[in-house]
């Protein structure tokens, strides 16, 4: 019942915190200078029709509360730049498709690796495979994503030619993956070892050695599963960002994805498609939020969801 009671409330708060991040964001989008028709190749007098036409002549909280009856209705517009006269939500659907199956390739690759490499360093602490294997996370956390993605572009499809440049080709999924899998693993590996390191000085695993059981018992069984709680934290906006795609991966190795999207939404001021976007991402987020704190109560039966 009291489970039933969160999650109601939760959900109620969801809808509010993305009803809030719709305002606002549609509203600073409106701040940016320019229209979207400006990049087109017309005279003054097309571009004055195309802006009637979508509406953009309206005050503009006439074109918000337009745009918020259509989106009740499932409507969210069509492209005006991008893909001109297509509805917004297939691009985004038929988009979202190839950044998660690119996205849970690098969310598998990122957790199982985070985590062992966590388990290992927090086992080896002041020994040579955590001073490893720090160095390492400490450099993945902090090299920029079009870095890493430049860097594995030049020595392995351009100086060695073991992978394709081409994402459409076979094995060109392999170095977009590993550019986004980069940052949370590292991130993950430092989270768990932390996480280790707490719960091994615990007084209910020295109980449980006293009792005669084996330290891979100890470690895999008991200590490992209270220490994933703080992983389980971040694993919910890492999943929504990881599954909507990198938007610097995307990029540079021209996937067609909801990330490359974005950005080029961005750029070419595609009102539409940014709303819905964004909308779309921040839907996944509180999602995913919600689902990694209903997972608490099962990794540790002694939270309890206020």
């Given at each position: 019942?009291?489970?039933?009671?969160?999650?109601?409330?939760?959900?109620?708060?969801?809808?509010?915190?993305?009803?809030?991040?719709?305002?606002?964001?549609?509203?600073?989008?409106?701040?940016?200078?320019?229209?979207?028709?400006?990049?087109?190749?017309?005279?003054?007098?097309?571009?004055?029709?195309?802006?009637a036409k979508y509406g953009l002549d309206q005050p503009v909280y006439v074109q918000y509360g337009?745009?918020?009856?259509?989106?009740?209705?499932?409507?969210?517009?069509?492209?005006?730049?991008?893909?001109?006269?297509?509805?917004?939500?297939?691009?985004?659907?038929?988009?979202?498709?190839?950044?998660?199956?690119?996205?849970?390739?690098?969310?598998?690759?990122?957790?199982?690796?985070?985590?062992?490499?966590?388990?290992?360093?927090?086992?080896?602490?002041?020994?040579?495979?955590?001073?490893?294997?720090?160095?390492?996370?400490?450099?993945?956390?902090?090299?920029?994503?079009?870095?890493?993605?430049?860097?594995?572009?030049?020595?392995?499809?351009?100086?060695?030619?073991?992978?394709?440049?081409?994402?459409?080709?076979?094995?060109?999924?392999?170095?977009?993956?590993?550019?986004?899998?980069?940052?949370?693993?590292?991130?993950?590996?430092?989270?768990?070892?932390?996480?280790?390191?707490?719960?091994?000085?615990?007084?209910?695993?020295?109980?449980?050695?006293?009792?005669?059981?084996?330290?891979?018992?100890?470690?895999?069984?008991?200590?490992?599963?209270?220490?994933?709680?703080?992983?389980?934290?971040?694993?919910?906006?890492?999943?929504?960002?990881?599954?909507?795609?990198?938007?610097?991966?995307?990029?540079?190795?021209?996937?067609?994805?909801?990330?490359?999207?974005?950005?080029?939404?961005?750029?070419?001021?595609?009102?539409?498609?940014?709303?819905?976007?964004?909308?779309?991402?921040?839907?996944?987020?509180?999602?995913?939020?919600?689902?990694?704190?209903?997972?608490?109560?099962?990794?540790?039966?002694?939270?309890?969801?206020?």
């Open positions: 019942m009291q489970t039933s009671r969160y999650i109601v409330k939760r959900v109620l708060l969801a809808f509010v915190s993305i009803f809030a991040i719709i305002t606002i964001t549609y509203f600073l989008m409106n701040l940016m200078p320019g229209d979207p028709f400006m990049s087109e190749k017309a005279s003054e007098e097309n571009r004055a029709i195309l802006i337009k745009y918020l009856t259509n989106l009740l209705k499932g409507d969210m517009g069509t492209s005006y730049v991008l893909q001109k006269g297509r509805a917004v939500k297939d691009i985004i659907f038929q988009s979202f498709a190839v950044s998660m199956g690119l996205g849970v390739r690098a969310l598998i690759l990122a957790i199982v690796c985070g985590i062992i490499l966590g388990c290992i360093a927090g086992l080896c602490k002041d020994k040579w495979p955590d001073a490893v294997i720090r160095v390492f996370s400490s450099i993945g956390i902090s090299m920029p994503g079009y870095v890493i993605a430049s860097a594995l572009m030049i020595f392995l499809a351009v100086s060695f030619k073991v992978l394709p440049v081409s994402y459409n080709k076979p094995g060109g999924w392999i170095m977009p993956m590993v550019t986004l899998a980069i940052y949370p693993t590292s991130y993950l590996t430092r989270l768990t070892r932390a996480s280790i390191l707490e719960v091994m000085n615990q007084d209910y695993l020295r109980t449980e050695r006293a009792k005669g059981m084996s330290e891979f018992v100890v470690v895999f069984v008991h200590a490992l599963k209270n220490s994933l709680i703080p992983v389980i934290t971040y694993l919910g906006p890492l999943t929504a960002s990881i599954l909507t795609g990198g938007f610097v991966a995307e990029s540079v190795f021209s996937v067609p994805g909801l990330g490359r999207y974005f950005v080029s939404s961005i750029s070419r001021r595609d009102y539409t498609m940014i709303m819905g976007v964004t909308i779309f991402y921040s839907a996944l987020i509180v999602f995913m939020n919600l689902i990694c704190d209903i997972l608490y109560k099962i990794v540790d039966p002694r939270i309890k969801l206020d």
